[in-house]
């Protein structure tokens, strides 16, 4: 139950038996919890997620597909690189974006968000597999999972998604930046999204007071400020 590192996302965190999950692995012999304190061999244990945690890493994920997704179908460009901590998503495609068209594939995304569309998982056999068009940054051979976001996205991945674009709740594109030829994109998602927001709209109600100025003009209001303070200075 408890999901192992890989693919570009932490291990999920947690209690068994009381005790806390440091770490999960998945090597040669199967998947290894790591516990701050050693069970008895054999024992039956109960284990239990940290489900805040895993929630907004799985709004995240199945947030970049979606974006991932809409890009590659709208500019025909592929995800080459992936990391999700628990703040924030950083992915890398393989092509040029500017920011107008961020602009446009974000509002799509958060459209598609509305329309509430399943996401689904799927174990095709190879044979099934090399008939699909699916995207992967890896060459698959066998064990192939494959998460569906139906309409939109086809996308070979291990890790634990939410049921509807629905719960993914909200995307927003933070920062982008050219990167190798491509460009790298830090997004948010989900309830990150939202503390993000409620953190941005705190700052800003506290400088409206500081400068008296209207909530969406502080920018002018500021740069105001800042140019009197500019010809103080000349004038001293």
């Not at 038996?17 to 998945?26: E, M």
């Not at 284990?47 to 179908?73: A, V, Y």
């Not at 460009?183 to 993000?196: E, N, P, V």
Request: some cysteine; hydrophobic content about 35%; charged content about 25%.
């Amino acid at each position: 139950a408890f999901f192992p590192e890989g693919g570009g996302q932490y291990a999920d965190k947690g209690e068994i038996d009381g005790k806390s999950v440091i770490d999960v692995q998945s090597g040669d012999e199967g998947i290894v919890h790591y516990l701050s304190e050693p069970i008895d061999e054999g024992k039956r244990v109960h284990g239990e997620i940290d489900w805040g945690t895993r929630f907004s890493r799985m709004q995240k994920h199945s947030g970049e597909h979606l974006l991932c997704g809409l890009i590659h179908n709208k500019y025909g460009y592929d995800n080459v690189g992936f990391h999700l901590n628990d703040e924030s998503v950083t992915l890398d495609v393989n092509g040029p974006l500017d920011s107008e068209q961020l602009a446009i594939i974000e509002l799509e995304a958060n459209k598609l968000i509305y329309a509430n569309l399943p996401i689904s998982v799927s174990f095709p056999e190879k044979e099934e597999a090399d008939k699909m068009d699916y995207r992967s940054k890896l060459e698959l051979m066998d064990g192939i999972r494959l998460v569906t976001i139906e309409g939109v996205d086809v996308c070979a991945c291990c890790a634990p998604h939410v049921a509807s674009t629905a719960e993914i709740g909200i995307i927003k594109v933070i920062d982008a930046m050219p990167h190798r030829g491509g460009t790298r994109i830090t997004m948010l998602a989900g309830i990150k999204a939202y503390m993000d927001y409620m953190a941005i709209n705190n700052s800003n109600k506290i400088i409206c007071g500081q400068v008296s100025s209207k909530r969406y003009e502080t920018d002018m209001q500021v740069g105001a400020l800042l140019e009197r303070v500019k010809n103080l200075q000349a004038e001293n």
